[in-house]
């Protein structure tokens, strides 16, 4: 038997390794169909870009083959090396993306702008990921940024300015690659006119936007598939065509061909760099899409897939054009064999689908990540998919960019304008993402400078070459991300220097707790049971709307709790880490504080045991306290505002200290006192009654018989049930920011007009944070910022 279990262990190294491996493989096939559909659809139009305008005049052998070897290296260069051996390295609790960059450097240096930051979060099992930033001294240029804020908002900028290109994808990723698809069509026997064309198109992204609100979810299945269709179509195509039209293009990979490429065409080859460079649009993907997937299943998709079918499709299509130079304006479609015409145009149309789903997406992706950051106002997000999180649909977005899409689409009517377009805002994000890599390498993977300067100007003069071609043809459609970018960034600069402000305020008008203490623990007035939740946007402290109540009304609840809904820089907060309990004042008092903290890709879902598991919370740190510190009942010592403890909330169960019950929750119980009147709590019921399929289950807690328990936790732990047996309402400030009248015209302008406007157009913060409606209490507020 031993020698059996010997053998039986030797084997699990292995058997885990191939389990690992079928893992990553099965998620490499199902990112063909979310991250690739964009990049694979490139060559429906990368050399029809590049030989319009001044480079018509070089049409001729040497030319196109200099412009294959220029593709080849540009896609070896920048996806290969750059995306698939580098910065997948670079993830964050295994997301990619702009945001993971930054996340990574807030939590390696001082250089988050978040409000309400404190020690506690960087205890996060989620914060601490990657090499630890405590082991190395502290660099004359980490400390260089930390001091000056204006070299931290400078960063913010970069990192918001490459958010609103991406945003700038998601416009012309489905005008472009659609309209690209359908062009075909002006081959066939049909001959349909441009603008019947730009008609189908649009009918096309119409349908796209209008099926988002179903989430990618529900025909997921089938996108892997039509890419991988699309992908075997392209590289038998490209094969073919290298074989018969002109196999001596196999020699174009030298780099030498790049120079007698540019020594030709000189300046009017600069400028066709824009066409070029769009052979690798879409390589954001791999990055930004890796919390899907895995860094190893993304480096093999690419690697053994990708890059072979792309790089032999244009070699295919360079050997095509070489000896047909008047194909150049339609290259892809005439280069196919006219039998297989019908079958790849139509894998093409739906490939270009599955891509610009894939870019959709992401903006919608990105926009939440920016929420997160307050950098963007509250607008609604729907979690489209219950097994694949992080897939998301944004109802207002969505539309503006079906508006915004069909603009470009209508106003342009021609792939190489909106191209111009797309490759300056694909370049963009890329120069963006090799600066935020360079300093994760020194901040992060504490690598030297040296180290992160070869990385920034080796892919900066590459990326720069291109960027400056782009920029040649601003005016040739290449405005149009400059002008989309701008006005997001206005946006986004609006509301969070209107955010910053207005919680500024807060931080200055904090209550006293000295004030509250002089008042006593009635706080001089009638305390009724029942449990009062005040949001506020402070982490610590009392805020200013608290002193409106207690000044003016003559009654309060009796146990009170200030809550907190916050960012914090990592993707993700495990639920039993999600809540941070405390108490405000000492024990009589009945104050505590609750925070909860959220990662920049997590959902805020309608929570309806967030009451039960609040109070089990609560009574969890009542307990824990009076344990770890049990002189401290009412001292003096007891009322540290800031001494906080992570309380796992994962389940409600019972404990030795409390029972918890569930039944159906029906009827009025007259028997429990409440803070609220009959009339009311009969109304809660009778809406309950109306509407049954929302009607939410009762959990009641009971005081266990254990007498070991400490008589002042016992009698604190009684009111508190009793206080939610009479039931629970939401404080919220309905506040309204004005600017000072001495402020500058300017401020007057961002806050009295813009920051204004976009508040009461976006969601108000009780609906975003699913407080229910008939407990809402808001205390009118006016800020002077």
Request: with cysteine.
């Amino acid at each position: 038997m031993e020698p059996e279990s010997g053998a039986s262990a030797s084997r699990n190294p292995s058997m885990l390794s191939w389990a690992n491996l079928s893992r990553n493989l099965l998620l490499a096939y199902q990112s063909f169909g979310v991250v690739y559909g964009d990049l694979s659809t490139s060559p429906l139009y990368v050399y029809t870009n590049t030989f319009k305008g001044k480079l018509q005049n070089h049409h001729d052998e040497e030319t196109i083959f200099g412009a294959f070897s220029l593709i080849f290296w540009t896609l070896t260069l920048i996806p290969l090396l750059k995306y698939v051996f580098i910065l997948l390295s670079a993830d964050d609790n295994g997301e990619g993306g702009t945001f993971a960059l930054y996340s990574l450097l807030c939590r390696h240096g001082k250089f988050n702008l978040l409000p309400s930051q404190q020690a506690a979060d960087e205890e996060l099992s989620s914060y601490k990921y990657g090499p630890s930033s405590q082991v190395v001294a502290s660099s004359p240029l980490k400390r260089f940024l930390e001091k000056h804020k204006r070299l931290r908002t400078a960063l913010l900028v970069v990192v918001l300015f490459g958010a609103c290109m991406v945003i700038g994808d998601g416009v012309l990723t489905p005008a472009i690659s659609v309209l690209a698809s359908v062009s075909g069509l002006q081959n066939t026997e049909a001959k349909l006119t441009h603008g019947e064309l730009v008609l189908l198109a649009c009918a096309i992204l119409v349908g796209l936007f209008a099926l988002q609100h179903y989430g990618t979810q529900k025909v997921a299945f089938v996108f892997a598939p039509i890419v991988i269709i699309w992908l075997v179509s392209i590289f038998s195509i490209g094969l073919y065509n290298t074989i018969h039209w002109n196999p001596k293009i196999v020699c174009a990979i030298s780099p030498h061909y790049i120079i007698k490429f540019f020594i030709k065409s000189g300046k009017e080859g600069w400028i066709s760099l824009g066409g070029i460079l769009l052979c690798i649009t879409g390589t954001e993907a791999m990055f930004a899409d890796l919390g899907h997937f895995t860094a190893l299943s993304i480096r093999l998709a690419f690697a053994i897939v990708i890059y072979p079918c792309l790089v032999v499709q244009y070699m295919g299509q360079a050997a095509f054009l070489s000896k047909n130079i008047k194909s150049v304006h339609n290259s892809f479609y005439d280069s196919i064999p006219g039998a297989l015409f019908w079958p790849v145009f139509v894998t093409a149309t739906l490939a270009a689908i599955v891509g610009s789903q894939a870019a959709i997406t992401a903006t919608f992706s990105i926009i939440k990540q920016c929420q997160a950051l307050g950098c963007f106002p509250r607008v609604k997000v729907v979690h489209t998919s219950k097994h694949m999180f992080g897939q998301i649909y944004i109802p207002e977005i969505n539309w503006i960019l079906m508006i915004l899409t069909l603009a470009v689409t209508i106003g342009f009517q021609d792939t190489t304008l909106i191209g111009n377009a797309y490759g300056l805002a694909c370049v963009t994000v890329m120069f963006v993402t090799t600066f935020l890599m360079a300093l994760v390498i020194i901040f992060v993977w504490q690598k030297s400078i040296l180290v992160a300067t070869i990385f920034l100007l080796f892919f900066w003069v590459i990326e720069g070459v291109y960027l400056s071609a782009a920029f040649i043809k601003v005016h040739q459609g290449g405005w149009v991300p400059l002008v989309l970018s701008f006005f997001f960034m206005i946006i986004m600069y609006v509301w969070h220097y209107g955010t910053r402000r207005k919680y500024s305020y807060d931080l200055r008008n904090k209550v006293s707790l000295k004030w509250l203490l002089g008042l006593g623990p009635s706080l001089g007035i009638v305390r009724v049971t029942g449990i009062g939740l005040i949001y506020s946007e402070l982490a610590t402290g009392v805020p200013a709307i608290f002193s409106h109540f207690v000044t003016n009304l003559p009654a309060f609840h009796k146990v009170l709790v200030f809550v907190c809904v916050k960012s914090v820089p990592v993707p993700y907060v495990p639920p039993e880490e999600r809540f941070l309990i405390g108490r405000v004042c000492p024990r009589p008092y009945r104050m505590y504080r609750c925070i909860i903290r959220y990662g920049y890709k997590d959902i805020q879902r309608d929570d309806q045991d967030f009451e039960n598991r609040l109070i089990q919370s609560i009574a969890e740190f009542i307990q824990m306290e009076a344990v770890e510190q049990p002189q401290l009942s009412s001292s003096e010592s007891s009322l540290l505002d800031g001494r906080m403890a992570v309380i796992s909330t994962r389940s409600l169960e019972s404990t030795s200290s409390l029972i918890v019950s569930e039944h159906e929750d029906v009827g009025v119980d007259d028997d429990i006192p409440s803070s609220r009147s009959l009339t009311l709590r009969r109304l809660q019921s009778t809406y309950d009654d109306e509407n049954t399929e929302v009607r939410r289950r009762r959990v009641r807690f009971q005081l266990a018989n254990n007498p070991g328990l400490n008589h002042a936790v016992r009698e604190e732990l009684s009111d508190l049930i009793l206080a939610k047996e009479a039931g629970v309402a939401y404080i919220m400030g309905h506040s309204y920011v004005k600017a000072r009248k001495s402020s500058s015209f300017l401020k007057k302008l961002v806050i009295d007009i813009g920051y204004s406007f976009l508040r009461k157009n976006c969601r108000s913060p009780a609906v975003a944070l699913h407080i229910p409606h008939i407990s809402l209490v808001e205390v009118g507020m006016i800020y002077y910022v």
